[in-house]
């Protein structure tokens, strides 16, 4: 096993909080990749341990000093379980812990089903070596993990609001996911204010394009979590794109204004691709 800590950041409520990451993988040359990545980024205080396989993660449970993991990375093809056979493995080992599936190729049906199981997100290798993309997937998923409305692994211990979340939407479809869900909203809210302004600024690099991609999964994939309607999209869109405007020249703000329009459009169709899928 392998230990590696990093410098904290105000990401996180409590920038002093170690966060316990756990990474399953076979191959050390994949393992040294992880922990190079991380110190690139100093994003996050943390400890990173590494095991080999399913069988090092039992044994792991199995001792007094284990941990409490905030996040697992997993790597699905391992000596002793393979595929989807790992996550549904490591989804009984760590209940609760959110899990990012990690693919040795580009397969986004994988990923998708992937989530569909129970993991967190997805990232294929190539896209691991992207230390912006990597960190802020993992933060994201430990954000959503402390807010129970955004995580999948929390859907069965919802807290009332988010009982109530789903109530209203089925006795008034016609009430808007701004006022019955506005933590939910507000934080979205965030992530898309973020993501119009690397749309407009982004010069279309490959690390450029994943992150994006990877930004409009994470609050697609919310969206979709709590059915949300495409009319709820647009209030989201609408209002971090105000919002951002209200502190940018007028210039400025016709430029983000402009691209937005293609952005939204994707959007829309990435939750038109979610709805379809889960069906």
């Not at 000093?65 to 989804?91: A, H, R, W």
């Not at 749309?199 to 930004?215: C, F, G, P, V």
Request: a negative charge.
């Amino acid at each position: 096993m392998n230990n590696t800590q990093s410098n904290s950041d105000d990401w996180f409520e409590d920038s002093a909080h170690c966060y316990q990451l756990l990474h399953i993988e076979d191959n050390m040359a994949d393992q040294i990749l992880v922990q190079e990545v991380l110190e690139q980024r100093n994003e996050m205080h943390y400890d990173l341990t590494q095991i080999a396989n399913i069988t090092q993660a039992k044994q792991l449970l199995a001792q007094p000093s284990c941990p409490q993991f905030d996040i697992i990375l997993l790597d699905l093809n391992l000596p002793d379980s393979q595929g989807l056979n790992s996550l549904t493995n490591v989804l009984k080992l760590y209940p609760g812990t959110p899990i990012i599936v990690l693919t040795g190729y580009e397969n986004n049906a994988l990923g998708l089903k992937a989530i569909s199981m129970g993991a967190d997100d997805y990232l294929s290798k190539s896209q691991v070596t992207h230390a912006n993309l990597l960190v802020k997937t993992i933060q994201y998923a430990i954000a959503r993990s402390h807010h129970p409305a955004q995580s999948h692994s929390e859907q069965p211990q919802k807290s009332a609001s988010d009982n109530n979340y789903y109530l209203s939407k089925d006795t008034d479809d016609d009430k808007p996911l701004r006022n019955t869900a506005p933590d939910l909203f507000a934080e979205l809210c965030k992530i898309q204010q973020e993501l119009i302004v690397l749309y407009a600024d982004s010069e279309k690099t490959s690390e450029d394009n994943e992150l994006i991609e990877n930004l409009i999964k994470t609050i697609i994939r919310q969206l979709g979590d709590v059915h949300a309607d495409p009319s709820d999209l647009i209030d989201l869109n609408k209002t971090a794109l105000a919002t951002r405007c209200l502190d940018e020249s007028p210039i400025r703000a016709v430029q983000l204004k402009e691209n937005n329009r293609e952005l939204l459009l994707n959007m829309l169709t990435q939750l038109s691709l979610w709805y379809s899928q889960e069906t």
